[in-house]
């Protein structure tokens, strides 16, 4: 679903919405007065500063992926392993309120609320004298983008604790606002969202053209079932995750070609999509986010950044396939028909090298690429922000590595079918949540859970689950192998809610794998191997296997309920703002 910034001329309204208030605008003291009076004067005035808010979306530092990944159980921060080349605070659990990347998101997320508050304004400003239902879509949309940017501020820093920016600052006595309690914060954020999912489009409603771009009831719903998912109110929660499901406007997408591919950007289980594009050489800075690329395609498969941990590739490669499932089986060169080496999800989401059957960077399979190592890059790589469907190389790419055109997907559907599973199982419906789960399984040709009954088209694991057992396999299986690298800090967010943050971290520090060589043949027919490239949990009885067993020793170690559950103010807001001590 397209509904997140033009493709191809976002950065032509930002830059033009920009200079259509000249450089006086860009030097006077008080910008916002500039531009009421000289700018917002029509609708198409204040779409441009509509567009502008949108493309807020487009900065990294705005959901902070690989901080949040690195802080939570999805990233490996550096080449080289036991002791990584390149230290990272947020695996650590060392950050604090003097860390860079801390204030680069407080005051991306405040950018983008501030552009919002002009539109809103501006809009208040031509209320009654232009055409009614566009006023209220632009208004929709820029009360959405401001209940985001707050949520993601209110559900990540200072235990919800922020700054209530319900106008554009013009006075020092505005800019020096103190912080409103967690209460009035999220009552706050959610009239903002509700008024957004009364007043948005549903998918494929928008009038325009840009449908595709903009967005829509369905994923103000999704957002805010998600504030009440974290309140651990499951009845309400389950009231938006239901009008999405029943909306009728998503569906899981089956087509493997379309899943964290280029070709499956905006596909029908995407709710909210931010796009990118590097068909144009962006002119603005790379460095301070503000371009229509990204970089997160280098930052998943270099040096430094979110590397695969070795918990997250093993989990992918092991899961049981549905051995009734013919998309399971692949026929060799030699004609006979063979279980496929790792399953669909695994292949779709993480690159290990036992996988023989996909192919990876145009090359015939994963098996042939050669970045796996226990001592080094590791045994697995996160696919869905590199461009290994469309390139050789990433440096293929028209501007180079670090100007990635591919999406980014921030809510789909799987996601809220998993929260609702969440909110049937804390309210008693087992059955229910699990076939949820189920339906998310069959789209990856995994084993299904539970008991078959009467279902013979499918194979099952034939357990009996209990409540316990199937929170148990939420936490630890289904939701983190399918929400992987996702969303706004969606693992760690998970993980503080389930209250097993400093657990789940013993649990990984305290397991052992071990690496051996992987053999195969290459796509010339030859014999090939890679030593230490595969990882097992039983130690093989031959060769000289390289033990794993020192992953999240450290942030074991080092994390603090108290100091590391949430982020801190900013120090840069502290010096600041006078009402802030």
């Known amino acids: 679903m397209k509904h997140i910034i033009f493709k191809y001329i976002l950065l032509i309204f930002a830059v033009s919405f920009?200079?259509?208030?000249?450089?006086?605008?860009?030097?006077?003291?008080?910008?916002?007065?500039?531009?009421?009076?000289?700018?917002?004067?029509?609708?198409?005035?204040?779409?441009?500063?509509?567009?502008?808010?949108?493309?807020?979306?487009?900065?990294?530092?705005l959901v902070?992926?690989?901080?949040?990944?690195?802080?939570?159980?999805?990233?490996?921060?550096?080449?080289?392993?036991?002791?990584?080349?390149?230290?990272?605070?947020?695996?650590?659990?060392?950050?604090?309120?003097?860390?860079?990347?801390?204030?680069?998101?407080?005051?991306?997320?405040?950018?983008?609320?501030f552009r919002a508050n002009q539109v809103i304004e501006g809009l208040n400003t031509i209320k009654g004298t232009v055409d009614d239902v566009e006023w209220t879509s632009q208004m929709a949309q820029a009360r959405f983008l401001r209940g985001l940017f707050h949520w993601y501020l209110y559900s990540t820093f200072n235990n919800g604790s922020i700054i209530i920016r319900d106008y554009a600052p013009v006075t020092n006595e505005d800019f020096n606002k103190g912080l409103s309690p967690a209460s009035e914060v999220l009552a706050f954020l959610r009239e903002d969202l509700e008024y957004a999912y009364a007043n948005l489009y549903a998918k494929g409603e928008y009038p325009n053209a840009y449908d595709v771009n903009r967005v829509t009831s369905g994923a103000a719903a999704t957002v805010l079932g998600t504030t009440y998912l974290m309140e651990l109110n499951y009845s309400k929660a389950m009231e938006y995750f239901t009008d999405v499901l029943n909306s009728g406007d998503y569906a899981l997408e089956y087509d493997m070609a379309k899943l964290f591919t280029t070709a499956g950007e905006f596909n029908q289980e995407s709710i909210l999509e931010i796009s990118y594009n590097n068909t144009l050489k962006p002119e603005a800075n790379l460095w301070n986010g503000e371009t229509v690329t990204n970089r997160l395609n280098q930052l998943t498969t270099g040096t430094v950044g979110a590397n695969a941990p070795t918990w997250l590739a093993y989990k992918y490669k092991t899961e049981p396939m549905d051995i009734l499932d013919d998309r399971n089986y692949y026929v060799n060169e030699d004609g006979v028909r063979l279980l496929r080496n790792v399953p669909l999800r695994c292949?779709?989401?993480?690159?290990?090298?036992?996988?023989?059957?996909?192919?990876?960077?145009?090359?015939?399979?994963?098996?042939?690429?050669?970045?796996?190592?226990?001592?080094?890059?590791?045994?697995?790589?996160?696919?869905?922000?590199?461009?290994?469907?469309?390139?050789?190389?990433?440096?293929?790419?028209?501007?180079?590595?670090?100007?990635?055109?591919?999406?980014?997907?921030?809510?789909?559907?799987?996601?809220?079918?998993?929260?609702?599973?969440?909110?049937?199982?804390?309210?008693?419906d087992g059955e229910g949540a699990m076939l949820l789960m189920n339906e998310i399984r069959k789209r990856w040709g995994l084993e299904l859970i539970g008991e078959s009954g009467s279902d013979v088209s499918h194979s099952y694991d034939e357990n009996t689950y209990s409540l316990d057992e199937l929170m148990e396999h939420l936490m630890y299986v289904e939701k983190p192998l399918?929400?992987?690298?996702?969303?706004?800090?969606?693992?760690?967010?998970?993980?503080?809610?389930?209250?097993?943050?400093?657990?789940?971290?013993?649990?990984?520090?305290?397991?052992?794998?071990?690496?051996?060589?992987?053999?195969?043949?290459?796509?010339?027919?030859?014999?090939?191997?890679?030593?230490?490239?595969?990882?097992?949990?039983?130690?093989?009885?031959?060769?000289?296997?390289?033990?794993?067993?020192?992953?999240?020793?450290?942030?074991?170690?080092?994390?603090?309920?108290?100091?590391?559950?949430?982020?801190?103010?900013?120090?840069?807001?502290?010096?600041?703002?006078?009402n802030i001590n």
């Not at 407080?106 to 983008?112: C, D, K, Q, R, S």
């Not at 050789?392 to 809510?411: A, C």
């Not at 998970?494 to 943050?501: A, N």
């Not at 013993?506 to 053999?519: G, I, M, N, P, V």
Request: aromatic residues 12%.
């Open 347 to 428: 292949s779709a989401m993480m690159a290990v090298i036992e996988d023989g059957q996909t192919p990876y960077y145009l090359t015939k399979s994963v098996s042939e690429y050669s970045k796996f190592g226990a001592n080094n890059w590791g045994i697995g790589w996160h696919k869905k922000f590199s461009n290994h469907d469309i390139v050789e190389n990433e440096n293929d790419l028209p501007y180079g590595t670090t100007q990635s055109g591919k999406n980014v997907t921030l809510n789909r559907l799987a996601e809220v079918m998993l929260m609702q599973a969440e909110c049937l199982i804390k309210t008693g």
């Open 64 to 113: 902070s992926i690989i901080e949040e990944a690195q802080r939570s159980d999805m990233a490996w921060p550096a080449y080289a392993r036991p002791v990584p080349g390149t230290i990272s605070e947020f695996y650590n659990q060392t950050y604090s309120n003097s860390t860079p990347a801390i204030a680069s998101k407080w005051e991306t997320n405040y950018l983008g609320i």
């Open 18 to 61: 920009l200079s259509s208030c000249g450089d006086e605008y860009l030097d006077e003291k008080n910008p916002n007065e500039i531009a009421k009076d000289n700018y917002w004067r029509n609708l198409s005035e204040t779409e441009k500063g509509l567009n502008s808010a949108y493309h807020t979306l487009n900065v990294p530092a």
């Open 482 to 578: 399918e929400m992987s690298l996702e969303g706004h800090a969606i693992r760690f967010l998970d993980l503080k809610r389930w209250g097993i943050i400093k657990e789940n971290f013993k649990k990984l520090s305290e397991q052992t794998y071990y690496a051996t060589t992987y053999f195969y043949t290459n796509s010339e027919g030859k014999a090939a191997s890679k030593w230490n490239s595969s990882v097992v949990k039983e130690l093989p009885t031959t060769g000289v296997p390289q033990v794993i067993d020192f992953e999240y020793d450290i942030p074991y170690s080092n994390y603090n309920e108290a100091l590391h559950s949430t982020f801190p103010i900013p120090l840069t807001e502290i010096n600041a703002n006078t």
